[in-house]
């Protein structure tokens, strides 16, 4: 893969990655019908019923009705060959139902990396670390005692 395609597919994940900052679930799910794969593979664990493309629509309609101030800030983005990996620190506030959890007003902050690869110009499987650990640990869905047994390495 050359250069000019690395460049490109970094182009495709910045443009799903502007729709997820906008807050707007319509644009989200316009974009991932336009960048993803219709039956994209997923390689981590996505709470969901669905597959493909209709489990990342619900994942961000999920994640935009608990979080709507959420913010993807990518730390590092890296593009070679077919895939693109992305680092990213996630901030957002609970404003509404999660994981069963009552909204708590609580703003959270954790970090995730995603490998995205590509085909044919479109993402086409995906691999993702979620600290999902510290997310629920900010939102009280953890006791304290297990959290600090587990230990941080976050800093908080």
């Given at each position: ?24 679930v319509e644009r ?113 869905a953890l006791p ?13």
């Amino acid at each position: 893969m050359s250069a000019a395609e690395a460049a490109g597919n970094k182009a495709l994940f910045m443009r799903f990655h502007s729709a997820v900052n906008s807050g707007d679930v319509e644009r989200v799910s316009r974009t991932i019908d336009e960048v993803f794969e219709p039956d994209v593979l997923f390689h981590a664990p996505v709470p969901m019923e669905a597959t493909g493309a209709r489990a990342l629509k619900q994942v961000w309609t999920v994640l935009l009705r608990a979080f709507p101030d959420i913010h993807v800030a990518v730390e590092d983005v890296i593009a070679e060959g077919d895939k693109v990996v992305s680092r990213n620190t996630v901030t957002g506030t609970h404003r509404g139902e999660y994981r069963g959890l009552p909204p708590t007003g609580t703003s959270v902050t954790y970090d995730e990396i995603f490998i995205l690869r590509f085909a044919g110009g479109r993402i086409a499987e995906i691999w993702g670390v979620v600290d999902v650990f510290s997310q629920l640990r900010q939102l009280g869905a953890l006791p304290a005692r297990v959290a600090a047994s587990r230990g941080s390495t976050t800093g908080e």
